[in-house]
């Protein structure tokens, strides 16, 4: 990288093409994702939602976001969507587990 990459990043990132771009692009995805589930987690636990749920639902989720970044680099746009839509399931499970 660059010393003018340094000084204006983005302007760096936006100039990727490819499995680059991509994987801006998944960091940028998980970034947005993570707030519900820190909230999903933390409403969990402040319920008393069980600890096995809890801790099998973020796991899956944690599982199904990793799997995520890899489809999103590969370009494997199926593959990801479901990762996407299992880690949502676990973001939803958690808020079932504590209501």
Request: proline share 3%.
């Amino acid at each position: 990288m660059s010393t003018a990459a340094n000084r204006a990043p983005r302007e760096f990132l936006s100039s990727l093409e490819g499995r680059q771009k991509r994987a801006d692009w998944a960091q940028q995805n998980a970034f947005e994702a993570f707030p519900a589930f820190a909230a999903a987690v933390i409403i969990a636990q402040l319920a008393g939602a069980a600890q096995i749920s809890i801790n099998r639902l973020a796991l899956v989720w944690v599982v199904a976001r990793f799997l995520h970044g890899l489809f999103y680099v590969l370009d494997w746009p199926k593959a990801r969507s479901l990762a996407y839509f299992i880690g949502m399931g676990c973001v939803i499970g958690l808020f079932v587990a504590a209501a």
